[in-house]
């Protein structure tokens, strides 16, 4: 039997979290404790003491979560099932994944393994459980400190917990830190809705006291660890799979306000130069200061120069030197150096082997054949709208039609030349070096947010053609349709930002979640949101047709089998590891994956 189950792996680990290395340069380093003795002793005597020990384990956390295996599988869960997603280069030296691209999953597949996001749990309880008491002897760690220390773990672990119930559905949950060999580990799975309404509450609970704003002279903390802005945006989304969205709607505006105001401090404080704030104009230079050309949302201007674009590929997607500007469109992410030698701080090696790097130019994983025939068409395009012709700049940002590979955090910034409207041409600078990969991972943006938001709102909206229910609906379908134009509109390639989208195109709830799920779709491809997207509203359906046909949209062939399988709720969420059936003997399988055994899925026909 493997010894990588969680199971196995929990037990002594608020040990290995002391031991990992502080996670770069946003954290100071740990001092060096190691002496030969028993583990607890070194624990609970010989380490936690002192605020420097919290910040240490702290660091670890975060260390963790970069870990190759977590963005591997944030990146997998989030959008391989997905129709984004086909075989690129080399897929076939990774078995496992080029069966979940044919939606033949098992439950031996590697990517079904669970452990590396309860490692990251694991150490965030730990910190929550010694803390407390290091407050207690080190009058250097105030209590306002602590707290903030207590929401930020939770926050990190409420993030863990969320992957793992979006992609499991019902998963072992505890708070509860495994520091002792003598610990009992063994536990069922908590229902989904059960462990949504924990980490709803530990948010909720948490919220006041997490930082609102790191200094300005620590730019990547402010994106680099959970911020109070962090923690609204996972009870945005929290409550949008929970189908309460008054609430949603209310984070995502707590959200929108605090980016509006970094907005508004770095505009004032920039002048000039062609990487610069939302509703910029040629130059960089600010158009207004309520930015009208975005419909009044803070977002990062396209444009470079006249007639030149990309800036907002090179401030979110390339370079730290620009972290001031991303921070006002950035929420929360993952920091990675592209020079990881000589520094704790680790390369981006996921987004190297699945979406490419300088050595390949495909990754195993490339843009499906659907999303690349659809860039070809001329018209009745069914993702980017026929409307912005060729000048959406995600057309050239998310990936490069003709040679169907992903740009997405593989390039090291992009120029769009749309000088001539039909004929656009498009620059890109060198790729990352394979083991220096510098791109970081977003995990929340504003325009995420907005379009959650978006999504709520149409959620809110009736159905019928009366005019009580035309009454209700005239307002909502107003502000929806002004959020979604928005991020549409920032992307297109053109000097005076005009209106393509229409908004009498979008007069029913049907149209305007389908405009919602397609902005989305665009706007956040290859970041992990996809499927997820899929399955929130598979589960709001009740159903799976609309999950099912966007799958089958990259399928050219066994189309019939994989529509049957996915006909079925339980089989939008994946199996439980065979390891972890084996040495877990409260865990029920999925009952989509059968037994559990390679050939699960044809015991259950």
């Not at 590396?116 to 803390?131: E, H, L, M, Q």
């Not at 068409?377 to 169907?404: I, P």
Request: hydrophobic share 35%; net charge negative; proline share 3%.
């Amino acid at each position: 039997m493997r010894q990588h189950t969680l199971f196995h792996q929990l037990k002594g680990l608020a040990l290995t979290a002391m031991l990992v290395p502080a996670a770069a340069m946003m954290f100071s380093g740990c001092s060096d404790f190691l002496e030969i003795e028993p583990r607890n002793e070194i624990i609970l005597e010989k380490f936690w003491t002192e605020k420097a020990d919290v910040d240490a384990i702290v660091a670890g956390c975060y260390s963790a979560l970069q870990s190759d295996a977590c963005v591997k599988r944030m990146i997998i869960w989030g959008e391989a099932r997905s129709d984004n997603m086909a075989p690129g280069l080399n897929s076939d030296r990774d078995a496992n994944l080029l069966n979940l691209l044919n939606e033949n999953i098992t439950a031996s597949n590697g990517y079904t393994t669970w452990v590396d996001f309860y490692n990251v749990i694991n150490r965030c309880n730990t910190v929550i459980k010694y803390a407390p008491q290091v407050a207690a002897d080190d009058p250097g760690y105030t209590e306002g400190e602590l707290q903030a220390t207590i929401a930020e773990m939770v926050g990190l672990r409420s993030l863990c917990y969320f992957y793992l119930i979006r992609t499991f559905r019902d998963v072992p949950y505890s708070t509860e830190a495994y520091t002792d060999d003598d610990q009992e580990m063994v536990l069922p799975a908590t229902r989904f809705e059960a462990v949504l309404d924990s980490l709803i509450n530990d948010l909720e609970s948490v919220k006041g006291q997490a930082v609102k704003r790191y200094p300005t002279t620590e730019p990547l903390y402010q994106t680099g660890r959970i911020t109070q802005d962090a923690i609204y945006a996972m009870l945005c989304e929290m409550y949008l799979w929970k189908q309460d969205y008054a609430r949603c709607i209310e984070y995502a505006d707590l959200i929108i306000d605090s980016k509006k105001k970094m907005a508004e401090e770095i505009r004032d404080n920039t002048k000039g130069g062609g990487h610069s704030s939302g509703g910029s104009s040629s130059g960089g230079s600010s158009s207004n200061d309520n930015f009208s050309r975005t419909n009044g949302f803070p977002l990062i201007s396209e444009q470079v120069t006249t007639n030149n674009y990309g800036n907002l590929f090179d401030v979110l997607f390339a370079y730290d030197s620009y972290i001031n500007q991303g921070n006002q469109e950035i929420i929360f992410q993952l920091i990675f150096n592209d020079d990881p030698r000589g520094s704790s701080m680790p390369s981006n090696s996921a987004v190297g082997t699945f979406y490419g790097n300088s050595i390949v130019d495909r990754g195993y994983l490339a843009p499906s054949d659907y999303l690349v025939d659809d860039v070809a068409k001329s018209s009745g395009r069914t993702v980017f709208e026929d409307k912005n012709k060729k000048l959406d700049a995600r057309l050239y940002e998310n990936f490069q039609a003709d040679r169907k590979c992903i740009s997405k955090f593989v390039y090291r910034g992009v120029n769009i030349d749309a000088s001539q409207t039909n004929d656009v041409k498009t620059q890109y600078t060198s790729k990352w070096v394979d083991g220096s990969i510098g791109s970081n991972w977003i995990i929340y943006r504003l325009t995420d947010i907005m379009l959650m938001k978006a999504e709520a709102l149409a959620q809110s909206l009736r159905e019928g053609s009366d005019q009580e229910t035309i009454n209700y609906n005239t307002p909502i379908l107003e502000q929806t349709f002004s959020i979604v134009n928005a991020v549409n509109k920032r992307a297109l390639c053109q000097t005076n930002l005009a209106d393509t989208l229409l908004a009498s195109d979008y007069v029913t709830k049907v149209q305007m979640e389908g405009l919602v799920m397609r902005e989305r779709q665009r706007e956040l491809m290859f970041e992990g949101k996809r499927w997820y997207d899929l399955v929130r509203q598979s589960r709001r359906n009740g159903n799976t047709s609309e999950l099912s046909q966007a799958a089958l949209k990259k399928v050219t062939t066994g189309g019939s089998l994989i529509a049957n399988k996915l006909s079925k709720m339980d089989a939008i969420y994946w199996p439980y590891n065979i390891d972890e059936m084996k040495v877990n003997n409260l865990l029920v399988q999925n009952p989509a994956f059968g037994s559990g055994e390679d050939d699960s899925y044809e015991k259950t026909k």
